[in-house]
């Protein structure tokens, strides 16, 4: 009843109950892990690693915006891979440090964006239908990149495997499995649109279509769905260098 009438007269949300019982698999049970750098060496690097600034057990301080546009202030964890179905948070930061507290939490369509410790993180809408999922913005600029991660866990993914792309997360998350990622692509005025795997070139060959340099490179083969951080760097830096005189 607490989380009810806290989300409805503050938060003007729908309360989902307790993280303990409704929290998404994506979102680790234990708030440190949710604070720990991912083994994706490339979503680290791009975001950099202040996001885990300022954080209590995992937490930090957001700044979140509805549907309706209204903004409001709570404590979620700070997780660089995103959230799906549901979004933990506390109401205030005393909450984070009373010993078996547990989180509430909202049904991620509550929420259409978070700031967080420089993370930005946004609902993913695919031709006006709600994807369930919020994703955080690793590349900002002419074109952003948004990424959603999935932890799948499998007995098989508790051993890391030498020469996979990616790794396994054991350790670095305190989770076992493989990052399941969702690439998402945004031009200014423009609809947001997912990166496929099965027609990858195609799409990003049409989608980058005005760098000959970055063409090139794609149909040499040598960038990948697993690249795409580098391939949106690299086309943002084509898009706003100085025009040769």
Sequence with gaps: MKAYLFLAAVLGLAATGRADAQQPATVPAAPVAAATPVADDSLAAAVGTNYLDHTIRGFGKAEITGPDGKTHVVWIPVNLMGFSKYLPFHRHEEDLKRFGREPFSIDVDKVQSIKVNGLYQEHMVLKGKRKHLIATRVVNGPVELFNYTEVVNTAA?????????????????????????????????????????????????????????????????????????????????????????
Aim: glycine share 12%; net charge positive; aromatic share 10%.
């Design 157 to 245: 993914a508790m051993a890391p495997v030498a020469g996979m792309a990616g790794g396994a997360l054991m350790g670095a998350t305190g989770l076992g499995g493989f990052p399941e990622r969702q690439w998402f692509l945004r031009r200014a005025g423009e609809d947001l649109v997912k990166v496929g795997r099965s027609d990858f070139v195609a799409q990003m060959t049409a989608y980058f279509h005005d760098d000959p340099e970055l063409l090139s490179v794609l149909n040499a083969g040598q960038l990948h769905y697993r690249d795409m951080v580098k391939l949106v760097q690299g086309y943002n830096e084509y898009r706003t260098r100085p025009a040769a005189k």
